[in-house]
């Protein structure tokens, strides 16, 4: 076995230990990943690669450890933010010709701070969508990110690069953000698992409790124990291993004792007309019989959203953009989702505004008492198989919208409610593609998802080497 495909073929934590051990050096590591970076390119899930800055923290990291140890529960381990997250050195483009030819940061966001504080080695920033707001990750200024499984079809978004770039092997484990389903959404279409945190759960996130506030910090990985390892350094990047690492190791043999609920009922219903694929339900047959067989408490819920989410949802979803510091006429640069959008949220009036959110905070209230009947609500994630590349940004702007939301019609609601969700693999379908189910908690119980997420995650491989 070549040194470079047994560095592929280890987990992050395997990995993230190897070096710990001094098996690999922090630069072995590095110049691994950064050549599958490079033969995978047109995968499109970097917008901006940074070698060189790479290899030269690669090396500091290997002499630090040469005089103290090991740096961080990261220590070694190459992951890029998306290319929304400041990081000093690397221009921060947010996928849009508007700041493309803006200067390098000079300083780094809270989130990049810890990356470097855990040991992390920041390689470069992942594609993203114009600003974030698609589930989708084309933009106009670099190549789309495409799924690793089908290329010609998408890789969702708006995390679709980091989401690209850990299932091809480019990265061994990759944060995301996600503010309407954006780590959930791209996991599902590329099958990854990955965790959407409650809101506040991450101290380098907005803090806020309140439904305007959308977007959190989570990770995306190939198995839930790394995803639980870059859950602990998102929440302490001095900490070796914690809660979410430990609740995904307990899960490899059980759940524990859990009540769960399962729906399909969508907040877009009768507004749009959502139609889930065979495979959607498939897999969420298939997670509720192997959790049945595991004599968990679930049942079919006896559920019922209140009116006009969509509506409501798209007007707090749209204001966002009017609080960006743009120039007298930017918007004739943007990309027309984003252009549409703002063009919206500045035509309503500040009365409409704050009827939607008081109308979106009624909505959420009366949705977490009705999940609040269970530990855990499953959901499909995707609607559908996920589109060929180009197809959303190929339609008129409400019409992507709206596309958009029948795609993902379980996403954007768990942002709204402030919940903790992960989205799972659960089977793939007969052209390979993952479909996968999402598992809400409740307030703070990230480890209980983990564990449950690990617990499937077993019960899967199981049944797949039995067949």
């Known amino acids: ?68 140890g090991v740096v961080g529960p990261l220590h070694g381990l190459p992951l890029a933010f998306k290319d929304a ?27 990049s701070l810890n990356a470097n504080t855990s040991g992390a080695v920041q390689v470069g920033k992942t594609t993203i969508p114009e600003f974030a707001l698609s589930c989708h990750s084309d933009n106009d200024i670099s190549a789309p990110a495409r799924n690793p499984r089908s290329p010609e079809l998408t890789a969702g978004g708006s995390s679709g690069g980091a989401a690209a770039a850990v299932a091809s092997g480019m990265l061994p484990v990759a944060p995301g953000s996600d503010g309407g389903g954006s780590i959930r959404i791209p996991a599902a279409a590329t099958g990854l698992i990955g965790l959407k945190p409650g809101r506040g759960t991450v101290p380098s996130d907005d803090q806020t409790d309140h439904v305007t506030n959308l977007t959190v910090t989570g990770p995306l990985a190939r198995t839930v124990e790394d995803a639980g390892m870059l859950m ?142 269970y530990d855990i609500v499953l959901t499909p994630v995707l609607a559908f198989t996920p589109p060929p590349v180009g197809t959303f940004s190929a339609k008129e702007a409400q019409e992507d919208y709206e596309y958009q939301c029948k795609f993902t019609p379980y996403s954007s609601m768990i942002n709204v409610l402030g919940l903790p969700a992960i989205s799972v693999p659960i089977k ?38 039995a067949d």
């Open 1 to 68: 076995m070549t040194e470079n495909h047994a560095i592929g073929s280890l987990s992050a934590v395997e990995l993230r230990d190897a070096i710990a051990a001094g098996t690999y050096t922090a630069r072995q590591v590095t110049e691994h990943f950064l050549s599958v970076i490079k033969a995978k390119a047109d995968l499109g899930a970097f917008i901006t690669v940074h070698d060189d800055a790479a290899l030269a923290r690669a090396d500091e990291l290997d002499a630090r450890y040469a005089s103290t």
């Open 85 to 111: 997250v400041n990081v000093a050195g690397m221009v921060t483009t947010f996928g849009s010709k508007l700041f493309v030819n803006t200067a390098p940061q000079t300083s780094d966001d809270p989130l």
């Open 232 to 373: 602990d350094a998102l929440v302490d990047p001095t900490q070796q291993q914690g809660r979410y690492m430990t609740a995904a190791r307990e899960g490899q043999e059980s759940a524990g004792n859990l009540s769960i609920g399962y729906t399909t009922a969508a907040p877009f219903q009768p507004d749009l007309e959502i139609t889930l694929s065979q495979s959607a339900v498939q897999a969420l047959t298939l997670a509720v019989s192997l959790l049945s067989k595991e004599g968990l408490s679930i049942e079919e819920m006896d559920f019922s959203y209140l009116p006009d989410y969509h509506k409501n949802f798209q007007t707090v979803w749209t204001n966002g953009l009017t609080r960006m510091p743009l120039a007298e006429g930017a918007e004739e640069q943007m990309e027309s989702l984003a252009k549409d959008f703002i063009r919206q949220a500045r035509s309503r009036t500040p009365e409409q505004y704050e009827e939607a959110v008081e109308r979106l905070t009624d909505w959420a209230q009366d949705t977490r008492r009705q999940f609040g009947q």
């Open 428 to 465: 793939d379908d007969e052209k390979g593609m993952s479909w996968s189910i999402q598992a809400i908690g409740r307030i703070g119980a990230e480890d209980q998802l983990l564990r449950l997420g690990a617990r499937l995650e077993t019960l899967v491989a199981e049944r797949r080497s």
